[in-house]
Nanobody, 121 residues
Framework: VQLQASGGGLVQAGGSLRLSCAAS????????MGWFRQAPGKEREFVAG????????YYADSVKGRFTISRDNAKNTVYLQINSLKPEDTAVYYC???????????????WGQGTLVTVSS
């Protein structure tokens, strides 16, 4: 599975972005999908996940209520809607696919290249 993340950019605090993760090579309909982010000087952290089987979603506490993960299996794409952006959301955002649902990086087998989100105050 090849993953291509896009949609990042420079946005003012309080603004919104929608990140996309387009998959190729095989269908992602039976994969659990996740978004992670890595801020400058920090380790990569889990942001949001969605299970393939029932489509339920789960989030890091820091983004709950502001971020929404969704998937469109027909388009082989996963999205991350980001609202009420804060400067501390500035990071490179990565999408990932795996056969095990989880909040840790080791749960995921395939990774996209990342898209940069910069939030100005």
């Amino acid at each position: 599975v090849q993953l291509q993340a896009s949609g990042g950019g420079l946005v003012q605090a309080g603004g919104s972005l929608r990140l996309s993760c387009a998959a190729s090579g095989r269908t992602i309909s039976t994969y659990n999908m996740g978004w992670f982010r890595q801020a400058p000087g920090k380790e990569r952290e889990f942001v949001a996940g969605i299970r393939w089987s029932v489509g339920d979603t789960y989030y890091a506490d820091s983004v709950k209520g502001r971020f929404t993960i969704s998937r469109d299996n027909a388009k082989n794409t996963v999205y991350l809607q980001i609202n009420s952006l804060k400067p501390e959301d500035t990071a490179v955002y990565y999408c990932a696919a795996g056969t095990i649902a989880g909040r840790i990086q080791d749960a995921y087998d395939y990774w996209g290249q990342g898209t940069l989100v910069t939030v100005s105050s």
